[in-house]
Nanobody, 116 residues
Framework: QVRLVESGGGLVQAGGSLRLSCAAS????????MGWYRQDPGNQRELVAD???????NYADSVKDRFIISGDIDRNTVYLQMNNLKPEDTAVYFC??????????YGQGTKVTVSS
């Protein structure tokens, strides 16, 4: 059973930074993409950023120029450096890893709270 384990969430003041980390408990051999979603109560899940095995990245407009995704898809690790955090970034952040054709794995989530 593959588990994705996240860490790095917490409480930070607006303008501060946090770095999220995610690693798979066992090797996912066919992963071609990993990334992060976020969700806060009352809102839909939002794709924050992802990175493919070719190295290309994708960001939500709301986090461009503030967040940086990095990782090693072959080693099933992904990171999210979050800078200039805003109260609207408050959410639970979930790591994911695609494993075609079998589906997608998700982590349990790590909570990020940004105070104003």
């Amino acid at each position: 059973q593959v588990r994705l384990v996240e860490s790095g969430g917490g409480l930070v003041q607006a303008g501060g930074s946090l770095r999220l980390s995610c690693a798979a408990s066992t090797r996912i051999r066919s992963t071609n993409k990993m990334g992060w979603y976020r969700q806060d109560p009352g809102n839909q899940r939002e794709l924050v950023a992802d990175i493919s095995d070719g190295g290309s990245t994708n960001y939500a407009d709301s986090v461009k120029d503030r967040f940086i995704i990095s990782g090693d898809i072959d080693r099933n690790t992904v990171y999210l450096q979050m800078n200039n955090l805003k109260p609207e970034d408050t959410a639970v952040y979930f790591c994911f890893a695609n494993d075609p054709p079998w589906g997608t794995y998700y982590g349990q989530g790590t909570k990020v709270t940004v105070s104003s």
